[in-house]
């Protein structure tokens, strides 16, 4: 089943505004691998694919992209351990399905979230640390309670039988609450911790500047929209916390 007019003008849009993202990588990060981000291009401007959602069902109403093996050199390691580390990147794996319909809008745009970080140090060995940030979607009870976004560290990103933990305590909890990030939003995330001097130079970039605004009004509006709604009435004239930008940094 192909892909409507109106639906692949909307993914146009959205491969349009990662190619945006891509060039202005290469502008001012030429270390950024953005090949990956091209694939992801590619899969949006075709009207033949249709993503397919965990559960195996498809919609011509969905739409999302793949990121695979995104990489970025990480810069803030002044006090990283172990002392031997002198080399480090991230690197992003990330899934993104969401409902064309519910873009822009007060509901929550995405269906399903996984924004997967990977650092690899290089000293006298190879160090693996990461972390993700989910959508939870699972209907299977849960004694713990589960934020629908969450951030969860993984001390054994490759998944090896027996990592070397060493003094380390590893446990799956806590999933910390965390707006979501699609990949727009993820690279002011992943600059801003563990490249701050590409995300100096990127937010002197008004190209950037419009581009972050955009996703953020997409994304992470209806997200604080809808937690500031929980204490009613909302008045606007109440707000005295400012600026926005001591609680989100990258908030533009």
């Not at 109403?61 to 970025?72: H, K, M, P, S």
Request: charged share 25%; aromatic share 12%.
């Amino acid at each position: 089943m192909a892909v409507s007019s109106k639906n692949m003008a909307f993914r146009r849009d959205r491969a349009s505004e990662l190619r945006q993202i891509a060039d202005l990588l290469d502008k001012h990060i030429g270390d950024a691998n953005t090949y990956c981000i091209h694939n992801a291009i590619a899969l949006l401007q075709n009207s033949e694919i249709i993503p397919v959602l965990k559960d195996g069902s498809t919609d011509e109403n969905i739409w999302g992209y793949d990121i695979v093996d995104f990489e970025l050199p990480v810069e803030t390691i002044k006090h990283i351990k172990p002392d031997d580390i002198k080399d480090a990147k991230a690197i992003l794996n990330l899934k993104l399905r969401a409902d064309i319909r519910k873009w822009n809008t007060f509901e929550d745009p995405l269906i399903e979230l996984s924004f997967d970080v990977t650092l690899k140090g290089i000293g006298k060995s190879v160090y693996f640390f990461g972390f993700h940030i989910d959508k939870h979607t699972s209907t299977t009870h849960s004694d713990e309670p589960h934020p629908i976004y969450h951030l969860q560290y993984n001390l054994n990103p490759r998944k090896s039988e027996k990592p070397n933990l060493g003094e380390i305590f590893y446990i799956d909890t806590p999933r910390i609450m965390h707006k979501p990030l699609d990949f727009i939003l993820g690279i002011g995330f992943l600059t801003s911790n563990f490249y701050p001097t590409a995300y100096s130079v990127l937010i002197e970039d008004v190209n950037y500047i419009k581009l972050s605004k955009k996703y953020q009004t997409s994304v992470w509006k209806p997200y604080f929209h809808t937690l500031a709604n929980h204490w009613k009435p909302f008045v606007e004239g109440n707000i005295t916390w400012k600026p926005t930008s001591l609680i989100c940094p990258i908030l533009q």
